[in-house]
């Protein structure tokens, strides 16, 4: 299935959402979810709220709570044996098989305690990277497909507008 098409699916009876971006600035490819969040700023509808999650998106856990989602979605880098740039939407029992650890808390279990908290509909968008080493950059190859998941994902949100 593609992207847009998941995403529309997933986003069904949205009302508000929460956008997590995840990432290590320093390693790479680990940052996609940093990137993505920025490439959104400005495109998401007033019912989208966006937050920079870093290393440590557990310090936002009660932020995401106040604001009341129907829908939390994660953005990070995840191994699943995929092309760099590839994505996958997945539900919190499938995050802990291809999250990368580089977060102080799993996130596999920060999802299942925002589902349970929140009562919300909770998923990773998962990208493939090509390298987490040290860099500042992102690889040519998902510095590309950034752009155009980030694009994907604007306009399935922006159906959604309320």
Known sequence: MLLGNELEKWLKHLRKLVIVGIGN???????VGLYILKELDGKVPPNVELIEGETTPERFTEEIERSNPSHVLFVDAAHFGATPGKTKLLGPQKIADVAI?????????LA???RKST?????????????????????????????KIAEVLANALNKFDS
Do not use: C, N, Y
């Open 25 to 31: 600035p320093l390693r790479g490819d680990d940052a």
């Open 112 to 114: 299942e305690f925002l």
């Open 101 to 109: 650890s580089t977060h102080a808390m799993p996130l596999s279990i």
């Open 119 to 147: 009562k919300a509909k909770v998923a990773l968008l998962g990208v493939q990277p090509k390298t987490v080493e040290l860099s500042e950059k992102l690889s040519p190859e998902l510095e590309k497909e950034m752009r």
